[in-house]
């Protein structure tokens, strides 16, 4: 099939559509760009969020599937073995760049190469929420969010009384899921308990090169299970406490094109977290407390097993200054702990940090963030955002919004690459990175929008890798190092959404740019997607997508170009006896496209996933 595919499409399919609500429709409260809970028209940035009523569309899909569909967004790895390790790429930053937050609260492995937050530990049947912004947010969230922040709230019930939710599904590669969820709220007090488990055969990691040699499926195991209660100890003060244990092993092989026999990883991964808040006349205060244990075992050729845990505490305080100025100022401490050696090694961050949003009556609105990163090796460091944004009227029913930001951010190197015994370098320095940003957005009669930003990331002492060899070629070792020279990144994305009766169409496209080829290594030039749905009523929805993804470059040390490709994914979930049942349902790869994904491993062709939930 070829890759300018999409025209065909829009001819052959425009009656095959689905309802899919825009992210950025007037009604939307986002979050994670202010700290504040603001319409999305007067957030000074573009926000993608998935609510709770779309992932139920998407229940037959993964975190990495929704996440690759938002522009200017790579998730590698997403096409491989059903366990393959994924690595987020936003904006042409790699994952070290981005932050993910559950409920609000920071997410760093202190075991990993990079701190980066594993988002294969999650199943989509957890998530109440995701929001996706864009830029330096490191101002408002610290460490790593120099290139964007990933917020995930988790789902909580929040309907009186006693209820239940079970449900199964099977699939391609043999993948067999299923889940359950028991949840009882009274006015006081409420808990919810889920379960999820899914095993998948699947097939070999390594691109098999010999047709006569025998290459084993690499499969997965994950289970989750989770608490969660709360407690309103009066009109004023709630207590919520969460516990979540998550599990997933995943079969290994050794290299590209190269097959291991009863290799597997397993991940472990304890959460604990208390968080008290107190409402008052002048706002809210809160505060997160959050313990994390994590567990990596590697049983291959190089067996090790890493450990590690996180503490954390986060709290805030909101106060409504006046009908136009809201103030939130709190503090952060992290204690991330290394025990993967025998020694163990830990540092310390603390840090102050404030958001400011001032509202103007004639539309004018301007956030202003600051940070004081401090941390227990390296010099404290402010960083700070100013972001102005304008939203006017233009006629009846259409607005339009300019906005602009400039932020800074600083990325610590993590606890691997200052102290791993065969590749750390205790030398080394953090990162900084300036973001630049401009753009607009138009909104028009609650059916059209449109959005445009065009951005530039400078990103200073980047850390890299660099490889030892001898005279024969041969690896003898190797080191992590601060490069010298700025990277540069810049680009432009745009997406839209039109909305008519039952009918609905997305589209979006992003293009990059940067000054250092070889550290573009496997992400998109280009990327670009049409989505075409309809809902029939609320009880049947359907989509059907295209996604392009463009050239890339293999890998750092190959010129080697594999080619763009474009998939076609179907969708669909029909709700039965006042939608106490709900089948659902997807077709990835529809036209089963033959593409590379990473160089040396397999690419999924074309594969399903069927299932049903039932609410008593």
Known sequence: MKKHFLPILLLLLSQVIYAQKDTTQLEDFVVTGTRFEIPVEKSGKTVFKYTQAELKNYAARSVADLLNEVPAIQVDGNFSNPGANLEYYIRGARSRYTLVLIDGVPMNDPTGISLFYDLRYLSLNQIESIEIVKGGLSALYGSNAAAGVISIKLKENKEEGLSATVGGSFGSFGAIGYRANVANNGDRVGYELSFNR??????????????????????????????????????????????????????????????????????????????????????????????VSNER??????????????????????????????????????????????????????????????????????????????????????????????????????????????????????????????????????????????????????????????????????????????????????????????????????????????????????????????SFARIPREKYGLTFGYSMSNNLNMQLAYQFIGDRRASPFSDLILEGFGLVNFTFRKSFLNESLSAFGAVNNLFDEEFIGVNGFTTVGRNFNIGIDYKF
């Open 297 to 518: 075992d590697f049983k291959n050729s190089f067996p090790t097993l890493y450990k590690g845990q996180s503490v954390q505490l986060d709290q805030t305080n909101t106060l409504d200054v006046n009908d136009k100025i809201r103030l939130l100022v709190g503090w952060n401490l992290q204690d991330l702990e290394d025990q993967t050696q025998d020694e163990a090694v830990n540092f310390i961050l603390f840090d102050p940090y404030a958001s400011l949003i001032y509202e103007m009556p004639n539309g004018l609105n301007v956030h202003l963030g600051a940070r004081l990163n401090t941390h227990s090796d390296y010099d404290n460091v402010l960083v700070y955002t100013v972001n102005p944004s304008w939203l006017f009227e233009i006629n009846s029913g259409m607005s339009i919004k300019p906005f602009a930001s400039f932020s800074s951010s600083y990325n610590t190197p993590s606890l691997y690459q200052i102290s791993n015994d065969l590749y750390g370098n205790s030398n080394l320095n953090p990162e900084e990175t300036y973001n630049w940003e401009i753009g607009g957005s138009f909104y028009g009669n609650d059916n059209l929008s449109f959005n445009v930003a065009f951005f530039r990331r400078n990103e200073d002492s980047a850390i890299d890798f660099r490889s030892f060899f001898d005279g024969q070629g041969n690896f003898i070792g190797g080191e992590y190092f601060n490069v010298d020279g700025v990277r540069e990144v810049q680009g432009i994305e745009l997406d839209g959404s039109y909305t008519i009766g039952q009918i609905n169409l997305n589209a979006h496209y992003s293009k990059l740019a940067t000054n250092n080829e070889a």
């Open 198 to 291: 899914k095993t998948v055969d699947g097939f070999s990691a390594a691109q098999q090169t010999d047709q006569n040699a025998s290459y084993d499926d690499d499969g997965l195991e994950k289970t989750n299970f989770s608490l969660r209660s709360r407690l309103n100890l009066s009109d004023q003060l709630d207590l919520n406490f969460s516990f979540g244990l998550d599990d997933f092993k995943t079969d290994l092989d050794a290299f590209a094109f190269t097959d291991e026999l009863n290799a597997f990883s397993d991940y472990q991964q304890l959460r604990l977290n208390l968080s008290p808040t107190l409402k008052h006349k002048w706002g809210s205060s809160k505060l997160n407390f959050q313990f």
